[in-house]
């Protein structure tokens, strides 16, 4: 379903789950990210839900410095497709990161406008082209609001991803969407990409 109206861009807390039928296909981007094409067909095959839960706290390498707000995914997959957990820290620090499916990287995550990431990327040659996809079709509590604007560098596959999380118009319906830019850093290559997540319920007691 829908997410429902209590859900902001501050209380992602919940299970999502990615609705194939609305949202584009992750096998380019996968392919472009050099994941095989077994476990691509099994990715595309399986239903895949994803746990999100936010707290308050100082970075975990540092007990004693400033609260700064976590996310933390747990994602599960159908089909015998292992599942990830991702940390996120939204202070824009980059922090190692490293699962079974896209080896070591380094990320970095922080609320930001949809106004302030057009401005820092205009004249930047295709980091403005990836910024204007990122910053459209979103409904006007996330143009005038915040996103959670992530970014990934995987020095060892050559690949970077850059994007937004926020909420879309589908179909007349509020969603939960991400777009993506994700792109080589030995050739020119591309993949723009929006993945809509339907709304399953609230995370177990």
């Keep these: ?15 999502w789950l990615i609705n194939k039928s609305i949202s584009d296909s992750t096998d380019p981007i996968l392919a472009l990210q050099g994941v095989g094409w ?10 895949i839900t994803q746990h999100l839960s936010t707290t308050t706290g100082p970075p975990e390498e540092d ?12 994602q599960s997959a159908t089909g015998g497709v292992k599942g990830t957990t991702e940390k996120r820290a939204l202070d824009w620090t980059f922090r190692p990161h490293s ?12 609320y930001n406008s949809i106004a302030a990431i ?20 979103w409904l ?4 005038d609001g915040e996103v959670v604007e992530s970014f990934v560098d995987n ?22 969407t991400r777009r ?11 993949v723009h990409a929006r993945l809509v997540y339907e709304w399953v319920g609230e995370l177990d007691a």
């Design 1 to 15: 379903m829908a997410a429902p109206a209590h859900k902001t861009i501050k209380d992602l807390d919940g299970k």
């Design 38 to 47: 077994l476990t691509r067909k099994a990715i595309n095959l399986a239903t």
């Design 63 to 74: 007990p004693a410095g400033a609260p700064i707000t976590h996310i933390v995914i747990q």
């Design 99 to 110: 699962d079974w499916l896209f080896g070591d990287l380094q990320g970095r995550s922080r």
């Design 118 to 137: 057009l401005k820092e990327k205009e004249g930047k040659g295709v980091e403005e082209t990836d910024a204007k996809f990122l910053c459209d079709g």
């Design 140 to 143: 006007p509590e996330t143009l």
């Design 155 to 176: 020095d060892g596959k050559q690949w970077t991803g850059l994007q937004l999380w926020g909420f879309s118009d589908v179909k007349g319906e509020r969603w939960l």
């Design 180 to 190: 993506f830019a994700v792109r080589r850093k030995d050739r020119d290559e591309v």
